[in-house]
């Protein structure tokens, strides 16, 4: 993290918090409170774009010009609906990073969330698993594992409809040991207030249309290669040759299947960005938006 940038989010959020311009903390439950809000949320998230901006290495590489009066015009309406934030990008990009440094900051300030892995909705190929023998004699037999017929997308748009309503849900799970097995309905998932739906599947078909928030993580080809061959490697226990002929089938699924999502969404981030910096920057969205005169 550029240490320029490190003291200027701190100095910003020192700045926020000491500055005696502000304004009454709205009343949330009337339209015009919200109302009220909606132009500051506005206001302050230009204000942490201009900033982002400047930086050595920006997280913000792209957002769509009417994104801000989008969501601040939902929040208004249906204050009460769960924020759905969808967060997609290609394999190795960082997306599960990204959810876990963004699940662990809306933690620190008391705020609920809940994270959803669309992995999970990997249909069942235990049994092509034991016709080919393993996992990788079915993906070289032209088995597409990425596609979106290779998810239930039924039961994930039922799920993502149930879970945004309030409704806790039970998913299913994959097992990521090399047998292709789908449990159903073996993880309990909580419905908070703030849902995170991460992994190339969460955007397939009209999934897309349930978000709040569509973000697209873009990385460096050559640092997710990085990334996916340490990781299949060291945690999923594959030879290095096997990684690397895995890669070659990912980078092009994810020109098929994945990419195409990056012209639907709201946000692109950079998944180089340094983790601690994007840690700063949401702490100092959450520094802006909560910090009322009472």
């Not at 774009?49 to 050595?56: G, P, R, V």
């Not at 393993?134 to 039924?154: C, E």
């Not at 299949?232 to 594959?238: G, S």
């Not at 980078?251 to 639907?264: M, Q, S, T």
Request: hydrophobic share 35%.
């Amino acid at each position: 993290m550029n240490e320029d940038d490190k003291l200027g989010i701190y100095h910003l959020i020192e700045k926020e918090l000491n500055s005696s311009d502000k304004i009454l903390k709205p009343d949330f439950t009337q339209k015009t409170g919200r109302e009220l809000l909606a132009f500051y949320l506005q206001s302050k998230f230009k204000q942490v774009l201009a900033y982002d901006n400047k930086a050595a290495q920006p997280i913000f590489k792209e957002i769509k010009h009417d994104f801000i009066q989008k969501f601040s015009t939902r929040l208004i309406q249906n204050p009460s609906k769960r924020i759905m934030i969808g967060i997609t990008g290609e394999s190795a990009s960082g997306k599960t990073t990204i959810c876990k440094t963004i699940s662990e900051v809306i933690k620190k300030f008391n705020m609920p969330v809940t994270i959803l892995t669309t992995d999970n909705y990997f249909n069942d190929i235990s049994g092509l698993i034991k016709i080919y023998g393993s996992f990788d004699a079915l993906r070289d037999s032209g088995y597409d594992v990425d596609s979106p017929n290779s998810f239930q997308l039924d039961i994930l748009r039922e799920d993502l409809e149930k879970i945004s309503k309030g409704e806790d849900i039970k998913t299913p799970e994959y097992l990521l040991n090399g047998t292709g097995v789908s449990v159903p309905n073996a993880k309990l998932v909580n419905s908070n207030k703030i849902i995170i739906v991460e992994g190339m599947a969460s955007m397939y078909g009209d999934n897309k249309d349930i978000y709040d928030v569509k973000i697209y993580v873009e990385t460096d080809p050559e640092l997710r290669k990085d990334w996916f061959l340490k990781r299949a490697c060291a945690e999923r226990n594959q030879d290095l040759d096997n990684a690397k002929k895995h890669w070659e089938y990912i980078l092009g699924a994810g020109e098929r299947y994945v990419k195409p999502y990056r012209a639907d969404a709201d946000i692109i981030i950079n998944g180089n960005t340094n983790l601690a910096y994007f840690s700063q920057i949401l702490e100092y969205i959450h520094t802006i938006t909560n910090n009322f005169e009472e």
